[in-house]
């Protein structure tokens, strides 16, 4: 069983690290959040309990590829882990699930999806949720690689609290 689930974790790369470094790096993300940033160490995908309303926000994302969405979708189907080299203005910590769970975090964590790619890896799609005790939000951003690495290009606020 064990050996299961460890296979079941699909490798992150270089560019999957720089996507979630400037995500993290967008101030509109992280900005508020005070301290030291604290990021799950595994990746997931989008809930799929929001079903419809899923979908349906992501298309409303002007310039989102339909071969980013597609990869966004089939990607997020297997877990990965977070690599520890990620490029962040301030401190982080990865964190597995248990250690936040019923802890007093005032900046909340960050869960990250595996990105997705469209055919030539130059726009990413991925989910962030932040995960705070009294409050808490999610969003889709829509990342552009050019000459001086990713930047946010669109984002989309699915819930917040």
């Not at 101030?27 to 995908?45: K, N, S, T, Y």
């Not at 990620?86 to 597995?96: E, K, M």
Request: net charge positive; proline share 7%; glycine share 10%.
């Amino acid at each position: 069983m064990a050996a299961m689930k460890a296979s079941a974790r699909a490798p992150l790369d270089s560019v999957d690290a720089a996507v979630f470094s400037a995500a993290l790096g967008d101030r509109r993300v992280a900005g508020g959040v005070p301290g030291e940033l604290l990021v799950q160490a595994e990746a997931q995908g989008a809930p799929a309990n929001l079903g419809a309303m899923e979908s349906e926000v992501r298309w409303r994302m002007r310039g989102l590829s339909f071969s980013t969405d597609h990869s966004f979708r089939r990607r997020s189907r297997v877990p990965a882990i977070v690599p520890p080299t990620l490029a962040l203005p301030r401190p982080y910590r990865l964190i597995s699930h248990s250690e936040w769970i019923g802890r007093d975090n005032p900046g909340g964590v960050f869960i990250l999806s595996r990105p997705g790619y469209n055919r030539d890896r130059s726009q990413a799609l991925i989910y962030v949720l932040h995960a705070c005790q009294f409050c808490g939000s999610a969003v889709y951003l829509l990342l552009d690689r050019g000459p001086g690495g990713w930047a946010v290009s669109a984002e989309e606020l699915v819930w917040e609290s």
